[in-house]
């Protein structure tokens, strides 16, 4: 009695369609699935870099919290003099050249408005980039002000006063290595002065990019790092000028 085999319903010598996985467009897990993964996701982009600049100005700010520890605990330092036997003051106020100082916060104020003017310019114009690339549409020739350029200009004008005031520090008596008081002024001074000129240097690179016409997003996120950075060290300046008003004197 002839034996009855199992048969497939699929035509003989066809093996049909290849098994694509699913999906209605026929890519398959191997089609363009992953060309998203090629595109530079810029606002992931700035939002690490903002997130990596807030990791970075946590110790500069408790640097200068320790600094300002430790020149309020020397501000009412007590010394023994053997001679009468008794406690003095070792602190020797320090004559501010205030004008000059008010003069380099103005400075810098004015320059911290100006990089914000560039921010927001350079975000207008990533907004307004793909909108730029269709062909056939025109936004017009819109004048645009140098704020990168003229906030390098502001920032260099702050260092230079800056040296300016040592000399007049100097002029008057106030040494580096001349005291408690007077050297904690030009430690506080000198380590800002120190950032900010990092600040200046990213400043020249994103002028830098900006003649070379780099991409817009790239520009962007070092003119907004850049921007936040800058707000920063303004605002330590401020608190510099703070705390030598209420101890320097």
């Known amino acids: 009695m002839p034996r009855l085999t199992p048969f497939s319903t699929r035509p003989s010598g066809h093996n049909g369609p290849p098994h694509t996985g699913g999906g209605d467009d026929g890519r398959g897990r191997d089609g ?9 996701n810029y ?13 970075a100005m946590t110790p500069i700010v408790m640097l200068f919290i320790s600094f300002t520890a430790v020149y309020l605990i020397r501000r009412g330092f007590l010394s023994l003099d053997l001679s009468n036997a008794s406690y003095i003051q070792t602190w020797v106020p320090v004559r501010l050249p205030w004008t000059l100082l008010l003069a380099n916060t103005a400075v810098l104020v004015a320059s911290s408005i100006t990089i914000d003017l560039a921010r927001r310019e350079i975000t207008r114009e990533a907004a307004l980039a793909p909108v730029q690339s269709i062909p ?13 350029a003229l906030t390098t200009v502001l920032g260099l004008l702050f ?20 005291g408690t008081s007077s050297s904690f ?3 506080l001074t000198a380590m800002h002065g120190l950032h ?5 240097l990213a400043l020249i690179f994103a002028n830098v990019a900006s003649v070379l016409h780099r991409p817009v997003e790239t520009r962007r996120i070092v003119v907004d790092i850049t921007s936040w950075y800058w707000h920063c060290m303004t605002g330590l300046w401020i608190y510099i000028l703070i705390l030598f008003s209420f101890a320097a004197q």
């Open 159 to 178: 260092l230079a006063g800056q040296l300016f005031v040592w000399s007049k520090l100097s002029a008057a008596g106030f040494h580096l290595a001349g």
């Open 43 to 55: 606002g992931e982009r700035l939002r690490r870099a903002r997130m990596g600049l807030a990791v």
């Open 32 to 40: 363009d699935d992953s060309m998203p993964d090629l595109i530079p």
């Open 196 to 200: 900010l000129s990092g600040g200046v």
């Open 185 to 187: 002024v030009y430690i």
């Open 136 to 148: 056939g549409i025109s936004l017009g020739d819109e004048r645009r002000v140098p704020w990168l």
